[in-house]
């Protein structure tokens, strides 16, 4: 499936392949699917518009490779790929227990690999390669059209994880290969800031809890793994747009609109890495936690780095006792600047430095009752790679591609 594109940022424009069981109506509709064998890309980039034509050329985009929205399953999409994709190759959202799994499949060059919003329960992502996208993985809560939030990967009742790990979580990302997801070249949307964390590998925005276990991570700009925050509409100041069962459940309403989730609770375990932060920015390395004191904190154990002890922000992270201790407050910080740089959300950080970000951190704060003096973190470093030259390059050969044989 290539190049079906469109004008809006509405779902119903540029998906190759949706399942929908009711997108924006908060309940799932669908029952059982199959993806297999399926290629979704595109070869279309918006052309700048020449002065002199009239009218000027509409700028469109393939927003989505496969779109799974609001079914309950049992479903898998599986030995596929997606490429050139303006916001998420292979994108899940709408479904508290998802009994889906993605296994073996492949996402390159898009804005984000695999995106999960408001997706959780039984949902497995194992055996998969996310390389060369701008962000690999990105698991996230949001009040949106893909209510209920949050994103939560816990077992339904009744119900043992796939790992002993962690038995009661259901939600699992592992034995992934997973690289070099820093690139800007990628097909810009046209009407919205780029969704996701460049340069992170595999992200919970939000989300509780999951588990990232055994998948190897390399080659990352800004970050291997990343916990964090998501907000809402935080700059509106104003009522934003209702969906139903969009309540903010499990988040905290900061304003008319505003809607925060703070990831807590999840595990990131035993993973492989090597290479990472190579943005070089103060933070920039394996492991991030950017997040707020929370009942339940995150916890970082037994991952590896191939030449040494992986690098963490805060230091410590990895620290023997940090599954039990109470952690968190990094948001309003030097790593919190980063973080909002690498998400794009509040502004590009432009000229070297984070500063563009300081009004918004500053905003968010004051809303969440943590102090922040933002004259400490005035001209922190923020490098990133800025968008050059927007390519469609032809798909490599992958399973999906190979011709099928017909008796």
Known sequence: M??????????????????????????????????????????????????QQAPPPVPMVARTGVLISNAAGPGRAIHSFASNIADAGFHIAGCPDCNAMFDHDTAKHNVIGLSATDAGGRLLLEHS????????????????????????????????????????????????????????????????????????????SGGQPDLVFKNHVSDQGSYSILTTVYVNALTTGRPGPRFPNADCQAGRFLL????????????????????????????????ADATVADTASNCYRGNTHRSGRPTTAPHGLQAGQACAARRGATLVGVLGVQVACAARAFGGCHWGTGN???????????????PFDASTVRNTRAIYPSPGRYVAPRPASQPSLHPMTRP
């Not at 509709?29 to 700048?48: E, F, N, Q, W």
């Open 129 to 204: 390669v996310f390389e060369h996208n701008g962000d690999g993985v990105n698991l996230a809560s949001e009040n949106n059209e893909d209510a209920p939030p949050p994103q939560d990967g816990a077992c339904p009742s009744g119900v043992a994880g796939p790992e002993p790990i962690a038995p009661g979580i259901c939600t699992v990302i592992e034995h992934n290969t997973i690289g070099a997801n820093n690139n800007t070249d990628v097909s810009p949307d046209t009407v919205e800031e780029p969704e996701g964390f460049l340069g992170v590998g595999i992200d919970i």
């Open 2 to 51: 290539c190049n079906f594109v469109g004008i809006s940022q509405e779902d119903k424009f540029g998906n190759e392949l949706w399942f929908d069981g009711g997108a924006g109506t908060g309940k799932t509709g669908l029952g059982h699917y199959r993806v297999a064998d399926v290629t979704a890309t595109s070869t279309y980039i918006p052309m700048a518009p020449i002065a």
């Open 356 to 370: 563009a970000v300081l009004s918004s951190l500053a905003t968010l704060s004051h809303l969440l009752h943590i």
């Open 256 to 287: 008319p609109g505003a809607c925060f989730f703070n990831a807590s609770g999840n595990l990131i375990a035993d993973n492989a890495l090597g290479h990472d932060g190579t943005f070089a920015n103060p933070t920039s390395g394996d492991l």
